[in-house]
């Protein structure tokens, strides 16, 4: 079954769901992309944080680009004007393609600009590089700073949700103003799957914890990008559109929300090679 889309505000149609390549490298993430495209996935995620963008790009290299979506993010430290530009066609080069579906910040960076940042993000997309701009692991106050100074529209949020942290406030001003919340670690990294209402709803559909998680996001209008090494994952977790939660199954995972999230990250390592805003 092919994945749904949603329309970004630009007219582009993005799937409601990715695959996520954080974490894989290799004959692991060749082996991941191609159980992914067989499964119906066509929306990649990776970033020049994650060391793995020449890897997505050979194992791409063998479908059509056309048929594809893949995005990419540039790290925190690399957010002034001239060191986006650079960031972007390095990523270009490293992937083996000439433009982006979607290219954002992968965290904000204090010290730089936003106007400065999203002047960068606009000329990518005036030279045909980026075709859509987003912004990864901000705020709402963040975002609706990015939007009121963006010359281009902010047409993606990558961010940290799942049952234990839903982001309503965040959630609903993407909704309010044409955003695409883009989950990031939608499985929580699979601590949420033990708990009851997830487990039980599993149990009545006869599917997997996981396809619960992902089904409530879709269902809750979120566009998760789940990951996987194992092929019998990768193939389960597109499994999702043949099949319903309930509205009180959905009631329950929404009950969950405790504001916890999964990264563990240290906020104050500015020197962090990943994160960091040191150079």
Not at 172 to 183: F, P, R, W
Not at 239 to 259: G, I, K, N, Q, S
Request: charged residues 25%; glycine residues 6%.
């Amino acid at each position: 079954m092919a994945i749904p889309t949603t329309t970004l505000p630009g007219g582009d149609r993005m799937p409601v769901l990715g695959f996520g390549t954080g974490g894989l490298d290799g004959e692991r993430l060749r082996t991941a992309v191609d159980a992914a495209v067989d499964a119906g996935y066509c929306r990649f995620d990776t970033a020049e944080g994650y060391g793995n963008e020449a890897a997505l790009g050979d194992a791409l290299a063998e479908y059509d680009r056309a048929d594809l979506f893949v995005a990419s993010k540039a790290l925190p430290r690399h957010l002034d004007y001239e060191s986006v530009i650079a960031s972007c066609e390095a990523s270009l080069d490293r992937l083996g393609t000439d433009y982006l579906d979607l290219y954002m910040p992968h965290w904000p960076n204090p010290a730089v600009s936003l106007r400065e940042t999203t002047r960068a993000l606009a000329r990518l997309v005036d030279r045909g590089l980026v075709r859509n701009v987003g912004v990864s692991n901000v705020t709402p106050y963040q975002l609706s700073c990015a939007r009121h100074v963006s010359p281009v529209p902010i047409s993606v949020c990558q961010t940290e949700v799942h049952p234990w942290r839903q982001q309503s406030v965040l959630r609903e001003y993407c909704t309010d103003h044409g955003t695409a919340v883009d989950a990031a670690a939608p499985l929580a990294r699979t601590e949420v799957f033990d708990d009851p209402a997830i487990s039980e709803a599993a149990a009545a559909h006869g599917v997997t914890p996981a396809q619960v998680v992902l089904r409530w996001a879709l269902d809750r209008g979120l566009c998760p990008i789940p990951g996987s090494a194992t092929p019998e994952h990768v193939r389960a977790n597109a499994a999702l559109f043949d099949w319903e939660l309930t509205e009180d199954e959905r009631a329950r995972v929404d009950a969950l929300d405790r504001d916890r999230s999964v990264y563990n990250l240290d906020p104050t390592d500015w020197d962090d090679d990943t994160f960091g805003i040191s150079e």
